[in-house]
């Protein structure tokens, strides 16, 4: 992953230190036929940009609601999340909708490209949810993002005929095409084996070193010790921050 | 270049091909049959009316004693009242339709047939005018007397004068009821032909239109002038008629069938409806876990929403491509057939927009509306939740007492056979409720309206058995005139196989309104109440005649279509051979139209007529039944009684009576099938298609059983029980819907045809058909999707989407 590196144009916006992201007391009760089950249990945490957070915890300890509450797929049952001078915990929906396809890029473990469009055209689709540029600007960043990516020649095919890890850089390409300044990864390498795996991470690492704020949910400890950061969840606690 | 998401409702629409043809042939099935059923409606509702209208039709008619002139039909045309006016000679004849048996025919005479201004009849084939001592015969009687164009035919006239006439051509006549389902043939002949037949020239019937035709009324008056005018040069008036503003002769059966297609129509509009919401839906239940991530993405609900209404209106304007062509062909199709029943040629086949339009309602708008339920539904859940629940469903089964109970925890069999298998698909079936209920309310209207279809013609069927149950004979003779009872049985008594006779009396009577206008003729039956050869006929309400009923009545319940403000009870005023005697009603037996019927004591006419001890008609119970002894019987019966110097008008068996009452029905028997194959084919390819989607959005599971171990053919097995469990609870449902839809058509059809809904019966081979096609196509349904599944490799299942 050595053309993101070199590109000069993905050198992002001076990093402001200090805490970013803010997450207080937040909690997530699902209902469920045994009564109500509590996923997140009061968490606090506080990300800093450009970090490479890696969230990381056994099965059901509640990674994955985590980043469902920061990026706003689900709503939390109280407490509030702050992205800068944002208040998530605010939006309805739709709103949620609308901020994230502009500021977040989200990943998730089995890529989830849509079936019936081409490679270039799931990277452009963020684009025109977000009605960023016409469709010949859109087309020509797409097709940057996949030359940063290393998959410029699958351009033009479906996603049924790539690769388990051509897939999952689609889906990063994806994520990136409205520039967001935080990436949130859900167990992006669950599905690929350890090689593709790590050309995955290599690319996250190289985002954040541009500038992209990335957060990361494993439960694999060898993926885990790339981030600059660990924080581990058991039983929707945070049982070690850093 | 577009905008990249619609790419995606193309490429949807373009890349499932198997899907888009299921949705799309689901929702133009449905769309078909609601063009196809209000198409021909209206064009035979607009179309007869226009045919109908074409000839000039005379508002009334009425029929003198003696034969008239021009001179008279001159004086009638020049008054005030009167629009236009002409006149035909009516001669009552017999023709030869085999040998030795004949059958009663009325021989019209115009004396120009280019110049015929009210009624007109239209040349047809072969000669025109008449040529002299030939006949034309009415195109639909062609078939009733068993002739063709060219024949030599036997006509016997009342004088006992036998002629053979060339049959030169043959004439269209819309005023006439088609000879098939009234069984009189109608023959036209020049004045020429007339005189050669031993007749003087003169008229004896006289068509009127009033000045004001629209109004019925008013046309009534002016009938009565023009007979107050012919009563004061002398004639007699055995009948006049005054017809409803363009009704056409055939009018009770049209609105029978104008009825059931209107039912039949709003039937397959609402089976369309649930058709296309159930598609829309599962549609969007396939697409969920897409939506999910399109929102993860930054999609908005409102973008998300055109995506998919497009994408659903795509489908719609797909069937509807193939649905208003085919539509507007089968509308023709089916309304030329219906015109050819009622012997008429459609002057317009212009598909009404109205219908095209309600197609275009029903392709476009209700996709949309159906598709808003269910995603205003799928928006309300985060796109976290839409991404979670996708794969393998909910994982709520099991909540519920249904659930529960075919759990299989608590079945005996499931413990003791295995029934894993039979379990996993019944399961599957409950899982999603709220699609299985969608499927099932359209499944269920679609068994419900084909069993309803049949029960119709099974109740067509009970309807003549009930009207014909009260004959207890086989031969049917009536006389020229009156003769004493005694005479008329000890001849027929001679004749070797005659087991049992009645007589009884029989005349045509006319009510006179409280206004003194006369209604249409009525023929009174009036036999001996404790006649063994007559029993009663099915009563709709009220009782049978009884020894001591002296002014009683029982009248067929097509009198009060035309006389509405009569009821069981009510007196009668009844004109009988010119005087007036009022008669009370005491019961209505179920009856056609096409000659109304009422019932009298035999003492009690015979009395007021003056006709104490005689007879105009015979029955005859023959020792055997069979149509070929019952008919050299009826032969030489008439002969006979013709040798003895008694004159015979008219000789009836009763299977061909019954075989001319199963006619009546056969144009409604035969439109009822049509609806019953299109209504098989609009609920076997919603079944079909709708559990085939149902499969397709399963094709995951089908990965996960394999990957399990499952082998393919278990899988299909799965699938296929899945199917045929929904088809078979659709059909139980369906069976028991059709009992009320089937009586509502019942009434429906029985209330514009006979004044009375038909005699209900359930059809239980229409039950059983519709079983088995629910088990072929249910089966064929979840077969074919599930083996294709079942193909792919388990990578390529599970990542199906």
């Known amino acids: 992953m050595t053309s993101l590196k070199s590109d000069p144009k993905n050198k992002k916006k001076k990093l402001d230190k200090g805490h970013w992201i803010s997450l207080k007391q937040v909690v997530k009760i699902y209902p469920s036929l045994a009564g109500p089950v509590t996923a997140l249990k009061g968490i606090d945490l506080q990300i800093d940009r450009g970090d490479f957070a890696v969230i990381a915890g056994k099965s059901g300890s509640g990674k994955t609601t985590l980043i469902n509450m920061i990026s706003g797929l689900d709503g939390l049952s109280s407490g509030e999340i702050w992205i800068g001078e944002v208040a998530l915990h605010q939006f309805d929906p739709e709103s949620a909708a609308h901020w994230r396809g502009i500021n977040i890029g989200v990943v998730f473990q089995t890529f989830d490209l849509l079936p019936t469009l081409t490679i270039l055209q799931n990277v452009m689709l963020p684009m025109d949810f977000a009605r960023r540029n016409n469709p010949p600007q859109q087309r020509e960043r797409a097709l940057q993002l996949l030359k940063q990516v290393d998959i410029l020649e699958h351009a033009y095919k479906t996603p049924s005929a790539l690769s388990g890890g051509q897939q999952q850089r689609a889906a990063i390409a994806r994520a990136m095409a409205n520039d967001p300044m935080l990436l949130l990864a859900d167990e992006p390498t669950g599905s690929l084996d350890s090689s593709t795996a790590d050309s995955i991470l290599d690319i996250f690492e190289t985002l954040t070193d541009q500038g992209t704020t990335v957060i990361l949910v494993t439960h694999d400890r060898d993926v885990a010790r790339r981030g600059s950061r660990v924080i581990t969840l058991s039983d929707g606690e945070i049982v070690h921050p850093s | ?801």
């Open chain 2, 1 to 801: 270049m577009i905008n990249i998401r619609w790419y995606k409702v193309l490429n949807d629409l373009a890349g499932n091909k198997t899907r888009t043809l299921l949705i799309v042939l689901s929702m133009a099935v449905g769309l078909f049959a609601v063009g196809v059923i209000l198409s021909a409606r209206s064009i035979l509702s607009r179309g007869l009316a226009e045919s109908f209208a074409a000839i000039n039709p005379s508002t009334g008619v009425v029929r003198t004693g003696e034969t008239f002139d021009e001179q008279f039909l001159a004086s009638v045309r020049s008054m005030h009242d009167v629009q236009a006016a002409d006149a035909r000679r009516n001669l009552a004849a017999r023709i030869e339709i085999a040998p030795d048996e004949w059958k009663n025919i009325s021989i019209f005479v115009v004396p120009d047939y280019n110049e015929i201004q009210v009624n007109k009849i239209e040349p047809d084939t072969g000669a025109w005018p008449p040529p002299e001592r030939e006949i034309l015969i009415e195109r639909a009687a062609l078939q009733v007397i068993h002739a063709q164009v060219g024949d030599t035919v036997r006509i016997k006239l009342a004088n006992d004068t036998i002629r053979e006439m060339k049959i030169s051509g043959t004439a269209y006549d819309p005023a006439q009821m088609p000879a098939q389902l009234d069984g009189t043939p109608y023959g036209y002949v020049s004045t020429e032909t007339l005189d050669w037949l031993g007749e003087s020239f003169g008229f004896n019937e006289l068509y009127v239109i009033a000045s004001n035709p629209e109004d019925e009324e008013w046309s009534r008056q002016v009938v009565n002038q023009v007979k107050d005018k012919a009563e004061r040069i002398g004639l007699t008036i055995p009948m006049t008629m005054t017809a409803e503003p363009g009704q056409l002769p055939m009018d009770d059966i049209l609105q029978a069938i104008l009825a059931l297609m209107g039912i039949l129509g709003v039937l397959s509009l609402s089976l369309s409806v649930f058709l296309v919401v159930n598609t829309v839906s599962a549609l969007l239940a396939q697409q969920k876990r897409q939506i999910g991530v399109m929102k993860a993405i930054g999609g908005s609900s409102l973008q998300l929403l055109g995506m998919y209404l497009v994408m659903v209106m795509a489908y719609g304007a797909f069937a509807l491509l193939l649905a208003i062509p085919l539509g507007i062909y089968g509308a023709r199709a089916l309304s030329q057939s219906m015109a050819y029943y009622f012997n008429f040629d459609l002057a317009s086949m212009d598909i009404p927009m109205q219908s095209i339009v309600l197609q275009g309602i029903v392709g476009l708008a209700l996709p949309v509306i159906a598709s808003l339920v269910p995603f205003i539904s799928s928006l309300r859940i985060s796109p976290a939740e839409a991404m979670s629940l996708y794969r393998t469903g909910k994982g709520r089964f099991g909540t519920n007492p249904v659930d529960r109970m075919i759990s299989g925890r608590n079945l005996w069999f499931a413990r003791d056979f295995p029934v894993r298998s039979f379990l996993l698909s019944l399961r599957n079936t409950f899982r999603s409720k709220g699609r299985l209920l969608l499927t099932l309310i359209t499944l269920t209207l679609g068994s419900a309206t084909f069993i309803s279809v049949f029960s119709v013609r099974s109740s067509l069927t009970s309807t003549v058995d009930e009207m014909m149950k009260w004959f207890n004979f086989d031969v049917m003779i009536t006389f020229g005139r009156s003769y004493r009872s005694e005479e008329l049985q000890q001849l027929a008594r001679q004749l070797p196989g005659v087991y049992e006779t009645d007589t009884w009396q029989q005349l045509t009577v006319r009510r006179v309104r409280p206004d003194g206008s006369e209604g249409s003729m009525i023929y009174m039956f009036a036999p001996s109440p404790d006649s063994k050869l007559i029993s009663s006929p099915g009563l709709a309400e009220g009782r049978w005649l009884l020894p001591s009923d002296q002014n009683a009545v029982v009248v067929s319940s097509a009198l009060f279509i035309e006389e509405p403000d009569l009821k069981l009870g009510d007196n009668i005023v009844l004109k009988l051979y010119g005087d007036e005697f009022t008669f009370k009603i005491i019961g209505v037996s179920i009856g056609t139209s096409f000659g109304t019927i009422m019932y009298a004591n035999y003492d009690y006419v015979s009395r007021i007529t003056d006709r104490a001890g005689e007879s105009d008609a015979l029955m005859v119970s023959m020792s055997t039944h069979d149509p070929e002894s019952v008919l050299s019987a009826s032969s030489a019966l008439e002969r006979l009684y013709e040798s003895n110097g008694l004159r015979v008008n008219t000789v009836d068996t009763m299977f061909v009576e019954r075989a001319q009452a199963e006619a009546i029905f056969d144009t409604i028997v035969s439109l009822l099938l049509v609806m019953a194959v299109l209504m098989a084919l609009v609920g076997g390819l919603g079944l079909m298609g709708t559990m085939s989607i149902n499969v397709l959005e399963r094709t995951r599971e089908i990965g996960i059983l394999r990957a399990i171990g499952a082998p393919n053919r278990g899988v299909a097995q799965v699938f296929i029980m899945e199917g045929i469990a929904i088809g078979l609870m659709s059909w139980l449902f369906g069976a028991l819907l059709a009992v009320p839809m089937s009586g509502a058509l019942n009434l429906a059809v029985g209330t514009s045809m006979m004044g009375t809904p038909l005699t209900y019966s359930y059809s239980v081979s229409g039950m059983l058909i519709w079983l088995v096609a629910v088990f072929f196509l249910s089966t064929l349904a979840s077969y074919i999707p599930a083996r294709n599944a079942s193909r792919l490799t388990v990578r390529e299942v599970l990542g199906y989407e």
